[in-house]
């Protein structure tokens, strides 16, 4: 699972820590190549080995995990994987992330979000060494804990202020409500809302709607969630993001595509929202388009 004696490992190993003495600096610096370079950022792949996500860069939590395992011990550093759960955006998902062995101490990073550190909302419920044929019976028995839980949050502190608990995406009174993440918006008349269940992998998929259009016609509106790069930016693992620049709400956003599939990416702090349009034709279906654009408000 893990293959860190395999000379691919160890050739990126070497490139990215180089002659670097501290191994804390050295374990941060591959846990942002990892994030970085892991660009096909999906769920599609079932806990593939170092080697294979080494090869095919693509992945979710665990393949990040397992794949910063393999470069830590393949530069020296003992390293292991932490499964668990990950609050944000209001609600507990399931998580992987990792823990290096430093002068005595086991220190966190999560390589899928590529900030150099953990904090207290990873909640470890499993230790892994992934040695060979010992992944399936770990994974089984976090799984079994996993399913006996019943988790709540009061009060979440974040540099030094306090923040209560919020609800999560709800809709009232024709408009669609999502205290946890802060944002809102108006549903045009018609609209359907189905609230996801949030993931705690590679963003959030927060709402789906449809919406019933004159003769028959309907679009849909996905919106998802994401935590902002380090300096306030779109995170890496959306790619080069390029299109045209537009205000919603007073944020910055852009608009990518103008046809009948079209995203807009709006920055709002610390978080990133992503509307994905799709079936967008004709002046109904415009006109439900800009009603959700014009009516955003992050400051309700």
Not at 89 to 115: F, K, M, P, S
Not at 141 to 150: P, V
């Amino acid at each position: 699972m893990i293959q860190s004696d395999a000379p691919e490992l160890a050739e990126i190993a070497q490139q990215v820590v180089g002659e670097e003495p501290e191994a804390w600096r050295a374990a941060q610096a591959l846990e942002r190549w990892v994030e970085a370079n892991l660009t096909d950022k999906n769920m599609d792949v079932a806990f593939a080995s170092a080697l294979e996500v080494c090869r095919n860069r693509s992945g979710d939590c665990s393949e990040h995990a397992v794949f910063l395992a393999a470069l830590c011990r393949a530069a020296g550093i003992p390293a292991r994987v932490s499964m668990g759960l990950l609050y944000i955006g209001g609600i507990w998902g399931g998580h992987a992330w990792n823990e290096v062995w430093i002068e005595g101490r086991w220190y966190a990073l999560d390589a899928t979000l590529g900030l150099g550190r953990c904090d207290a909302l990873h909640l470890a419920f499993s230790k892994m060494s992934l040695k060979e044929g010992g992944f399936a019976a770990e994974f089984a028995g976090l799984l079994e804990n996993l399913g006996k839980l019943d988790l709540s949050v009061e009060e979440l502190v974040l540099a030094r202020y306090v923040e209560p608990r919020r609800d999560a995406a709800r809709v009232v009174d024709g408009w669609f409500h999502d205290e946890a993440w802060g944002i809102r918006f108006r549903l045009p008349e018609g609209a359907q809302t189905q609230v996801a269940q949030p993931k705690a992998a590679i963003g959030f998929e927060v709402a789906e709607i449809e919406i019933a259009l004159p003769e028959g016609a309907s679009m849909k509106c996905e919106l998802r969630a994401y935590d902002a790069a380090a300096d306030g930016g779109y995170p890496s693992f959306l790619g080069k993001v390029q299109g045209s620049e537009l205000s919603v709400d007073g944020r910055q956003a852009l608009r990518v595509g103008d046809g009948g599939l079209r995203r807009v990416l709006i920055r709002a702090g610390a978080k990133v929202f992503e509307l994905k349009f799709s079936r967008v034709k004709g002046e109904p279906a415009e006109a439900a388009y800009a009603s959700i654009l014009s009516s955003i408000d992050f400051d309700f």
